[in-house]
Nanobody
Framework: QVELAESGGGLVQAGDSLRLSCAFL????????MAWFRQAPGKERELVAQ???????SYVDFVKGRFTLSRDNAKNAVYLQMNSLKPEDTGIYYC????????????WGQGTQVTVSS
């Protein structure tokens, strides 16, 4: 079984930065793809960025150039560095994982709240 634990959310002002962390427990981390999703108030959960087990990274357009995703296989963790935050980045950020043999993300953390004030 895989457990994920996010940390690093908070209340910041527009233009500020935050770094989210996700700790991965339970299995061989290097065999899992990882991702960050977010859910804004009143909206559906959406993908923000993902990193494959081999290290390939992809971002959605609205965070390109502002957010940086990384993973540390030695620490079983992924990080989302968020710079130049905007009020529309407000939401609950979830860490997700999937084994390389699985098409969809099927392990989820509890989420961490990010609030960006204008």
């Amino acid at each position: 079984q895989v457990e994920l634990a996010e940390s690093g959310g908070g209340l910041v002002q527009a233009g500020d930065s935050l770094r989210l962390s996700c700790a991965f427990l339970g299995r061989t981390f290097s065999l899992y793809g990882m991702a960050w999703f977010r859910q804004a108030p009143g909206k559906e959960r959406e993908l923000v960025a993902q990193i494959a087990s081999g290290g390939r990274i992809s971002y959605v357009d609205f965070v390109k150039g502002r957010f940086t995703l990384s993973r540390d296989n030695a620490k079983n963790a992924v990080y989302l560095q968020m710079n130049s935050l905007k009020p529309e980045d407000t939401g609950i950020y979830y860490c997700a994982a999937k084994h390389t043999s699985t098409p969809d993300y099927n392990y989820w953390g509890q989420g961490t709240q990010v609030t960006v004030s204008s």
